[in-house]
């Protein structure tokens, strides 16, 4: 069974920046697309109350964002490490939340199915990111 272990977070100045990593143990990793969700504080901790934030695709040719974190993360992965990881450069307070990765099948993307936490099947336990005014 695949494991997904995410690097601490923090807490940072807004308009500072952080990286968050995220390892996975098992051989499924370099054909799985993996995602990046976010959780806000007071939102209900219900699978399907995270928010897209960011995924790549198996091989790492493609990469999709919300709008609202396009031009300031950047999301993309090392197979022969097994990790994918997150740039937050220019971080607001609104991006202030509980952070996840997960993996997926590799077809999951492009198409709705790469935005819907519903369809990812492992999830790492979550990092907490903290952005202050």
């Known amino acids: 069974q695949v494991q997904l272990t995410e690097s601490a977070g923090g807490l940072v100045q807004a308009g500072g920046s952080l990286r968050l990593s995220c390892a996975a143990s098992g051989r499924t990793f370099s054909s799985s697309a993996v995602g990046w969700f976010r959780q806000a504080p007071g939102k209900e901790r219900e699978l399907k109350e995270r928010?897209?934030?960011?995924?790549?695709?198996?091989?790492?040719?493609?990469?999709y964002y919300v709008d609202s974190v396009k031009g300031r993360f950047t999301i993309s992965r090392d197979n022969a490490k097994n990790t994918v990881y997150l740039q937050m450069n220019s971080l607001k307070p609104e991006d202030t939340a509980i952070y996840y990765c997960?993996?997926?099948?590799?077809?999951?993307?492009?198409?709705?199915?790469?935005?819907?936490?519903?369809?990812?099947?492992?999830w790492g336990q979550g990092t907490q990111v903290t952005v202050s005014s």
């Open positions: 928010e897209f934030v960011a995924a790549i695709t198996s091989s790492g040719d493609s990469t």
């Open positions: 997960a993996l997926g099948s590799q077809y999951l993307c492009p198409g709705y199915r790469c935005y819907d936490p519903t369809s990812y099947a492992i």
